[in-house]
């Protein structure tokens, strides 16, 4: 990465210095990415001088693509491990496993194969869509 390509730090001490050595830490990084690996390290510590810095606004958590997350109901008592997905600086969605699905109350479903008898139901996930499940009494 060229140090020019790099906003300027403006007439502070030691700005040029700096800006410099951050383009020679992010080239490093490229060079890692090029060949399969990550920089998790890199990450932390600019995200924690962002942190660290006055009048620096809070974004929230940040989230890094192809990360898991946790997704849980209202209650919180339900959870399920998601992958998130980011483009630039936006969390654009959060994928659950193909094994789970949604269900929304009073919500008619159809195309479902409900086998068995009782009061369990056991729900049947294929593709992130439940096709159906198997009612018993345990």
């Not at 056991?122 to 198997?134: N, R």
Request: net charge positive; aromatic share 6%.
């Amino acid at each position: 990465m060229k140090a020019s390509t790099l906003k300027s730090l403006g007439a502070t001490r030691l700005s040029h210095q700096f800006r410099n050595m951050a383009a020679q830490v992010i080239s490093a990084a490229e060079i890692r990415a090029d060949h399969g690996g990550t920089s998790p390290e890199t990450v932390a510590f600019f995200q924690d001088a962002l942190a660290k810095t006055p009048g620096t606004p809070v974004l929230g958590a940040n989230v890094l693509n192809g990360s898991n997350v946790t997704v849980k109901n209202s209650a919180g008592a339900l959870s399920h491990v998601a992958v998130a997905a980011v483009s630039g600086t936006t969390l654009t969605d959060v994928k659950l496993a193909s094994t789970a699905s949604f269900v929304d109350n009073a919500v008619k479903q159809s195309g479902w194969t409900v086998t068995g008898t009782g009061t369990f139901f056991t729900p049947t996930v294929v593709a992130g869509v439940c096709t159906g499940g198997v009612l018993s009494e345990s």
